[in-house]
């Protein structure tokens, strides 16, 4: 389906409004507005009747694709369904209608939200404190590293790098470098795990900490994780663990069990907060006991006499990440998911979400190359070698699910793999749903060996074709020109 812009549909004459001339018929335009501010020339607006505008608007909602119209397997993003009762808590008037400057003693229910899925979070991780300020991911990762490099600091042993496997998300490294670190990359065995030999070879006392991801982008927990952990522990130096993949672990693993000292928690993966789009997100971050004077302000905390409050009198805090008291509203949803699910379900949305990978895994390993041997959790990576040889790439795979109504998984990424693709089904979705997915998947491979121009065409029924991807991003054309 295509959309004209509206410019397109313009007819002159028509309208999409009525309103009573009869009314001001003695006034003139003085009467409202000094002439100065009087526009001299017709303002070039479209000419459209009111079902012109309806259907178009209609039509263009049509066009988004999201988790409430399709499945959408995109690994590393967790696009799990968003229950609706997480809606209705947020928009609840006291908390969608208070303002984050009111006197503390008027929202204390809001501060109570706060202290409480701090406490939830910090018992379901084993942690010791947290903030919820961070708005993302990786404005998480930032805030731990920045609490770390002034812990070190204050210890006086100041340090200069931070290793970090190849398995990591892009954005680990990223944020190493952003706080003035010396990345150290570690390759992963060919099975998929980090080595700890290979971490004690580069382990030394000028390294901060290691930063590692787990479950890894490659789907896989670290089984040598606490032997990882004390090595690195073992030099002074401490470990952030980017836990983005919870979803694999609730309620089986107590990551500070593993050595962790810093951790951050993607709200809008796990806690089923909305995401896509570019936000808002919530990446709150637990942390020990060590790290807890290097809290961003405020922190949220009970004090006597039952009450809530925000505190901002904390000499060693790396100071503010963000205004106000972060993204309330996630915050509120993800508090209202965990309730709801309490301490069994938690635990039951991990053996799904693990289960529904393995499944995937099971019905797909037949026609697609495994990235590595290691037991997926939560997701699922394949690379490019089995379609390799008739010229068909990734790429051509992801555009012709497009077709077959499917949103892409995630491809190319991790990039230690030769054309990954990256399945990460959630637990939210039926066995019918992930059958019907397989289903595509397995026909698409058929077509890449017998009719492989079908899938370099491909997309061929989605509302834009294919595009030339560099010219996109170099020269992306953001309007329409209107003549
Ligand atoms: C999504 C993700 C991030 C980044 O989170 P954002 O909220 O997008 O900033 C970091 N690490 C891992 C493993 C992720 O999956």
Same mark, same amino acid.
């Given at each position: 389906m295509e959309v004209k812009t509206v410019f397109k549909k313009t007819r002159k004459g028509r309208q999409g409004y009525s309103f009573n001339m009869e009314s001001i018929a003695d006034k003139s335009i003085e009467d409202f507005l000094p002439n100065d501010m009087c526009r001299q020339a017709p303002l070039n607006l479209p000419e459209l009747s009111e079902l012109d505008v309806v259907r178009h608007y209609t039509q263009l909602s049509q066009l988004n694709y999201s988790i409430d119209t399709h499945y959408y397997p995109l690994g590393s993003c967790t696009m799990k369904y968003n229950p609706r009762i997480n809606e209705e808590m947020s928009e609840l008037e006291g908390f969608a209608l208070t303002h984050p400057m009111q006197y503390q003693y008027t929202v204390q229910g809001n501060l109570r939200l706060m202290s409480d899925l701090g406490d939830l979070l910090k018992t379901i991780t084993g942690m010791d404190a947290v903030t919820l300020q961070p708005a993302a991911g990786a404005h998480g990762e930032l805030t731990g590293l920045l609490m770390i490099r002034a812990c070190l600091t204050d210890r006086g042993d100041a340090r200069k790098k931070v290793i970090i496997p190849d398995s990591a998300h892009g954005t680990n490294p990223s944020t190493a470098s952003l706080c003035g670190y010396q990345v150290v990359t570690v390759k992963t065995t060919p099975e998929g795990f980090m080595d700890p030999e290979a971490i004690k070879e580069v382990m030394d006392h000028d390294v901060a900490c290691l930063m590692v991801t787990n479950p890894s982008t490659l789907g896989v927990f670290e089984k040598n994780i606490k032997e990882i952990t004390d090595i690195v522990h073992s030099h002074g130096g401490l470990v952030y663990c980017d836990g983005a993949n919870l979803n694999a672990i609730l309620g089986h693993? &107590?990551?500070? =069990? &593993?050595?962790? =000292?810093c951790l951050h928690i993607n709200l809008h993966k796990t806690f089923s907060t909305p995401h896509g789009g570019g936000g808002p997100g919530a990446g709150p971050v637990v942390v020990k006991k060590e790290l807890e004077p290097y809290l961003p302000v405020p922190v949220i905390a009970r004090t006597e006499h039952g009450r809530y409050s925000a505190i901002f009198d904390r000499p060693k805090s790396i100071g503010r990440v963000r205004a106000f008291f972060g993204n309330f509203g996630m915050l509120v949803r993800a508090y209202t998911y965990i309730r709801e699910y309490g301490a069994e379900g938690l635990k039951s949305i991990s053996d799904m979400a693990v289960l529904n990978a393995n499944y995937v895994r099971a019905r797909l390993k037949g026609h697609l190359e495994l990235a590595c041997t290691a037991p997926s959790m939560h997701e699922v990576v394949f690379s490019d070698k089995s379609f390799k040889q008739y010229d068909v790439k990734t790429l051509d795979i992801a555009k012709r699910l497009l077709d077959l109504g499917f949103h892409a998984p995630t491809v190319y990424f991790p990039i230690i793999v030769s054309g990954a693709i990256m399945i990460e089904p959630t637990e939210t979705e039926s066995k019918e749903t992930i059958d019907l997915f397989c289903d595509a998947m397995i026909q698409i491979l058929k077509e890449a060996k017998e009719t492989p121009e079908l899938l370099k065409e491909a997309p061929v029924t989605a509302p834009c074709k294919r595009l030339d991807e560099v010219k996109a991003v170099r020269e992306p054309k953001l309007r329409e020109d209107i003549e």
């Open positions: 693993v &107590l990551m500070a =069990d &593993l050595g962790v =000292d």
